[in-house]
Antibody
Framework: QVQLADSGGGLVKPGGSLRLSCAASGFTFSDYYMSWIRQAPGKGLEWVSYISSSGSTIYYADSVKGRFTISRDNAQNSLYLQMNSLRAEDTAVYYC?????????WGQGTLVTVSS | EIVLTQSPGTLSLSPGERATLSCRASQSVSSSYLAWYQQKPGQAPRLLIYGASNRATGIPDRFSDSGSGSDFTLTISRLEPEDFAVYYCQQYGSSPRTFGQGTKVEIK
């Protein structure tokens, strides 16, 4: 069965960096676009970024452009999100999701807290 | 950017009742690119319906959607106890992919 396991969240100071990972299993990872979506505490869902199956096409939300970098390793069935210059407003649960038109499978989420 | 506005913010209903949730887009969205998700407290969202009334794997047929253009509706024909949750619509016809702010279906 399809499984996505997010990890890498934690507490970081404003201006700091963090790298999130998502380990995929149960499907041919290299066939699918993948995405990161976040949810601030008590708020709704915000799409952050997506990457094509080969990694050649990448899009970012304006709110993270220039600060976040999405990448993938198809040999390791893994998706990553490098987050730099973190701000308080980046505090959220970050979910990786498989992109199949809609987001058809989601990880359990990893909490990122940006606070001094 | 397409803005999705969901209404009502909260729907208070009893088990067995019918739930009707609305999603209005600021621009026309092809019904083929509109999805609905369910999220329970402490859990990741789960895909319910995508691409013009296709239910995701394992989703019961009491969930259905309708609509076109800029007005869409998710209907839960008879609420079961496990259906009380927050529901989000999402469009994936244009970038950035956007979500509505959610409708909470709570037990009356």
């Amino acid at each position: 069965q399809v499984q996505l396991a997010d990890s890498g969240g934690g507490l970081v100071k404003p201006g700091g960096s963090l790298r999130l990972s998502c380990a995929a299993s149960g499907f041919t990872f290299s066939d699918y676009y993948m995405s990161w979506i976040r949810q601030a505490p008590g708020k709704g869902l915000e799409w952050v970024s997506y990457i094509s199956s080969s990694g050649s096409t990448i899009y970012y939300a304006d709110s993270v452009k220039g600060r976040f970098t999405i990448s993938r390793d198809n040999a390791q069935n893994s998706l990553y999100l490098q987050m730099n210059s973190l701000r308080a407003e980046d505090t959220a649960v970050y979910y990786c999701a498989r992109l199949n038109g809609a987001f058809d499978y989601w990880g359990q989420g990893t909490l990122v807290t940006v606070s001094s | 950017e397409i803005v999705l506005t969901q209404s009502p913010g909260t729907l208070s209903l009893s088990p067995g009742e019918r739930a009707t949730l609305s999603c209005r887009a600021s621009q026309s969205v092809s019904s083929s690119y509109l999805a609905w998700y369910q999220q329970k407290p402490g859990q990741a969202p789960r895909l319910l319906i995508y691409g013009a009334s296709n239910r995701a794997t394992g989703i019961p047929d009491r969930f259905s959607d309708s609509g076109s253009g800029s007005d869409f509706t998710l209907t839960i024909s008879r609420l079961e106890p496990e259906d009380f949750a927050v529901y989000y619509c999402q469009q994936y016809g244009s970038s950035p992919r956007t979500f509505g702010q959610g409708t909470k279906v709570e037990i009356k």
